[in-house]
């Protein structure tokens, strides 16, 4: 079996300045925007966890399948690119829904969302290949 670890919470929000500024006064350091993401994402770590705020369009930008809404992703690392497919076809096979069907992301991973049997979006991360990075989509401002 691929090994798989916790490493990631995206939360889907409504209001990026509020989620942000909330997050601060918990006492996360979220840091200031990325410069090709301005009003879409913002990154933050506690501990051995990225905590990930992502508006709807962006959601939308690297789920396929995301219902719409605010909500939340957890974001599990396997070691290999191939071990996403895999992972990704034992789950649909054994019924679950596929919200993203595995693909080379944007950001230089593969990637892939499977729903739990309580409709939690899991989302499934290869490492980073930075060779294998592509522009990002065009996003509302």
């Not at 913002?42 to 709807?56: I, M, P, Q």
């Not at 990704?88 to 950001?107: S, V």
Request: charged share 20%; aromatic share 8%.
């Amino acid at each position: 079996m691929t090994a798989i670890r916790l490493n990631q919470v995206n939360l889907v929000v409504r209001d990026m300045q509020a989620s942000a500024a909330f997050y601060r006064l918990l006492g996360i350091d979220v840091p200031d925007p990325m410069p090709q993401w301005p009003d879409h994402h913002r990154n933050a770590t506690s501990g051995d966890v990225s905590l990930d705020l992502d508006t709807e369009p962006f959601a939308a930008a690297w789920d396929a399948g995301w219902p719409g809404g605010a909500g939340v992703v957890l974001g599990f690392a396997v070691e290999t690119r191939e071990a996403v497919d895999e992972l990704f076809a034992r789950l649909t096979a054994a019924g679950h829904r596929g919200q993203q069907l595995p693909y080379d992301a944007f950001w230089g991973a593969r990637y892939a969302v499977v729903e739990d049997p309580n409709g939690i979006a899991v989302g499934i991360m290869s490492p980073v290949d930075r060779s294998r990075s592509t522009p990002p989509p065009d996003l509302p401002a």
